[in-house]
């Protein structure tokens, strides 16, 4: 985990801001599709969980020989991101 964490900071280091400015909506609204595609997943497909409901939530996808992965999470960096952006583009500069 922590040589995949450095990877993403290396990655990100390659982006310039404005190239993550004109990449946060987009990364916003995936994490959108991303949660409502969790909310109308079927919990199986083919008799393996895809989306399986735990204390009565449904939160995580269930990818076959990969793991799984909670789109809320990705929905957080969308998220920072566009705010950053509207605040940023809201602020006078000068």
């Not at 990818?63 to 566009?82: A, N």
Request: glycine share 12%.
């Amino acid at each position: 985990y922590y040589m995949v964490g450095v990877i993403c900071i290396v990655a990100i280091n390659y982006f310039d801001l404005e190239q993550l400015e004109k990449l946060s909506l987009y990364i916003f609204i995936g994490g959108i599709m991303l949660l409502i595609l969790l909310k109308i997943a079927p919990a199986q497909i083919g008799g393996h969980d895809f989306a399986p409901i735990k204390n009565g939530a449904k939160s995580w996808f269930v990818l076959p020989g990969i793991g799984t992965f909670q789109p809320s999470e990705f929905m957080k960096i969308g998220l920072i991101m566009m705010l950053a952006s509207v605040i940023g583009k809201s602020t006078p500069r000068g």
